[in-house]
């Protein structure tokens, strides 16, 4: 078994995960935020977590997707490592109005990846007196309910695009910031990039996998398809238990137990980051705090 572990270890470094990839639009430009979520780490002391997220559109679809995975799209292949802060802060690939009228998600939680879709709901935004400028774009203020939190944001009518980062669109121009009224979510604009570039939607990945036999094999690996709902209710049931920040598997079946192996990958750091067929295990978990209530 060390052996398998060793050989998976160097693999991973080189490996990219391959997938069912479809264009469904080229957007004319990429905007990057930076998302902050304030929380505290397993002995209780507050941290602010933090990364990056784009955000394309085109024909009326929006993708708001991990930064990293961006990147990687544009270089070609993804590695294990690119998506550990997605999964530590449970930010999913995020595409709205795609199919028409619905938001479908994408996010990894060991040791599964899901998809999970959803009506789209308008966001009923009240415009507010407030102006501000965000990356020396001129914003106005706006105020919405949405999913059982309310955020407040600034837009600018620069940029006529009426969407924003992860769910959050449906104003007059680009959303150039946006936090929650508790001030534990944060997104805010921090670039934007004038560039085409494809709208990818994967409808499943394959990894490079030992078979048992001291060889490798090639395993599709396909998302669990559920209703945004249910998966929301289960991540509160799993990550919101106080067990999630002292053993972030303790609801699931030891890797090695349950499929033999376990990847290793390192991350720009340095870090050791340990996943199955490409769905990373959190190694510094942190208190839960969902985007949404309901």
């Not at 997938?19 to 998302?35: E, H, L, P």
């Not at 936090?179 to 921090?190: E, I, N, P, R, S």
């Not at 919101?240 to 290793?264: I, L, Q």
Request: glycine residues 8%; aromatic residues 12%.
């Amino acid at each position: 078994m060390k052996k398998i572990l060793m050989t998976m270890t160097a693999l991973a470094l080189t490996i990219a995960a391959q997938a069912q990839r479809d264009t469904i639009g080229v957007s004319k430009f990429t905007a990057i935020y930076r998302y902050e979520c304030k929380t505290a780490d397993a002995d209780g002391q507050p941290v602010t977590d933090s990364m990056y997220i784009a955000v394309q559109t085109s024909g009326g679809i929006t993708k708001s997707f991990p930064y990293d995975e961006y990147d990687r799209q544009k270089k070609g292949g993804s590695r294990i490592a690119d998506g550990y802060m997605a999964a530590q802060m449970h930010m999913g690939t995020i595409f709205t109005n795609y199919p028409e009228g619905k938001i479908t998600t994408q996010e990894m939680l060991y040791p599964y990846r899901y998809m999970t879709d959803e009506a789209l709901e308008k966001q009923n935004w009240t415009l507010t007196d407030g102006q501000d400028s965000v990356c020396g774009y001129a914003c106005q203020s706006a105020t919405a309910k949405y999913h059982g939190m309310t955020w407040n944001v600034l837009y600018t009518e620069e940029v006529p695009a009426s969407i924003g980062p992860w769910k959050l669109g449906g104003l007059p121009g680009l959303i150039t910031k946006a936090t929650d009224a508790k001030g534990v979510h944060a997104f805010t604009l921090y670039g934007l990039l004038k560039e085409e570039q494809p709208i990818v939607f994967t409808e499943y990945v394959t990894w490079i996998v030992p078979d048992g036999h001291g060889k490798f094999a090639s395993q599709r690996v396909d998302y669990q398809k559920m209703k945004a709902s249910t998966f929301l209710a289960y991540k509160k049931k799993v990550l919101g238990n106080s067990r999630y920040v002292k053993n972030p598997t303790y609801y699931a079946p030891d890797p090695m137990t349950a499929f033999g192996y376990v990847e290793n990958s390192f991350n720009p750091a340095g870090d050791n980051i340990s996943s199955v067929a490409g769905v990373v295990i959190v190694a510094n978990p942190r208190q839960y705090k969902p985007l949404e209530l309901k």
